[in-house]
């Protein structure tokens, strides 16, 4: 699976940007799909993640009712809504996946699939 993430920019606090997650090679429709991010300076972390029924996301805390992430199987893409950002949101943000059912695993580890990452900037 090769994983194409796209959807980054620069946006002013408060605003919004939909990311993309875009699988080519195979389908990926049982592939557990997570999104990570990775500030300057520390390490990556989990966003969220979707299993590949769509139902069941998890999050993670600071993006709770802020962030969704959603899939369509029939166009093998996974895609992230962020709303209200924040300034402390801006990393480079990877998509990840894994063939799994589970969507609940935050480790990074735990995903074979990555994608190149794309750059979000959110100014204050």
């Known amino acids: 699976v090769q994983l194409q993430a796209s959807g980054g920019g620069l946006v002013q606090a408060g605003g919004s940007l939909r990311l993309s997650c875009a699988a080519s090679g195979r389908t990926y429709s049982r592939y557990v799909v997570a999104w990570f991010r990775q500030a300057p300076g520390k390490e990556r972390e989990f966003v969220a993640a979707i299993a590949w029924s769509g139902g069941s996301p998890y999050y993670t805390d600071s993006v709770k009712g802020r962030f969704a992430i959603s899939r369509d199987n029939a166009k093998n893409t996974v895609y992230l809504q962020m709303a209200s950002l924040k300034p402390e949101d801006t990393a480079v943000y990877y998509c990840?996946?894994?063939?799994?059912?589970?969507?609940?695993?935050?480790?990074?580890?735990?995903?074979?699939?990555w994608g190149q990452g794309t750059l979000v900037t959110v100014s204050s």
């Open positions: 990840a996946a894994r063939l799994a059912a589970y969507a609940g695993i935050t480790a990074s580890s735990f995903y074979n699939y």
